[in-house]
């Protein structure tokens, strides 16, 4: 099973679990629905933006845990726990993404619903934290699935940029091929878990 972020979304799909709306309480609600429907081993994957520079548009992304700044992440984990995806699921995304030759990075995301206080003091303090990027629905998603008992990972593409003085759209959301791409690796991963 594979769920892809509405920011992400081609047209292509257009069902409730695999264009989950934006942020964390939409996705978790997609997430929730397929695990109750038996999906065990789930794939998310979507755009996300730059928090530390040099990231080219559609860059692979890994996330292998997320700084919680959202709100449905907490009804999942107690308020100090940290949040990270299944371990088999990271394995599956990075083995593919490495077989398929595509450059990737690994590390921390910070998840926000609030994308317009993404203040540059606050990217200052992710980037010291340890974030690659910015995104709305990885913690949560992350804890949910924890929580369900699912096996469960994300793939992120780099987008728009945070990471400077001013933001830059980059025009992210019009890499069809970027994401048709994550789509497919995405697909690849969910095959291998």
Do not use: N
């Amino acid at each position: 099973m594979i769920i892809r972020s509405a920011s992400s979304s081609t047209g292509a799909y257009r069902s409730p679990w695999s264009a989950p709306g934006v942020g964390a309480p939409a996705a978790v609600t997609s997430l929730e629905v397929v695990i109750a429907l038996g999906a065990t081993h789930i794939i998310g994957c979507g755009g996300a933006g730059i928090v530390k520079p040099g990231f080219d548009v559609g860059h692979g992304i890994v996330p292998t845990g997320a700084v919680r700044d959202e709100c449905t992440s907490y009804h999942y984990a107690p308020f100090d726990a940290e949040v990270a995806p299944h371990p088999r699921a990271l394995a599956a995304i990075d083995a593919v993404l490495t077989e398929a030759g595509v450059p990737h990075d690994r590390g921390l995301v910070w998840t926000t619903d609030a994308f317009f206080r993404e203040t540059a003091a606050k990217v200052a303090r992710r980037r010291e934290q340890g974030c690659l990027a910015v995104d709305m629905e990885a913690a949560a998603m992350f804890a949910c699935a924890a929580f369900r008992g699912a096996t469960y990972g994300q793939l992120l593409y780099a987008g728009d940029d945070v990471s400077a003085a001013e933001w830059d759209h980059r025009h992210w959301d019009k890499q069809t091929g970027a994401r048709d791409r994550l789509l497919d690796l995405a697909l690849e991963a969910v095959i291998r878990l």
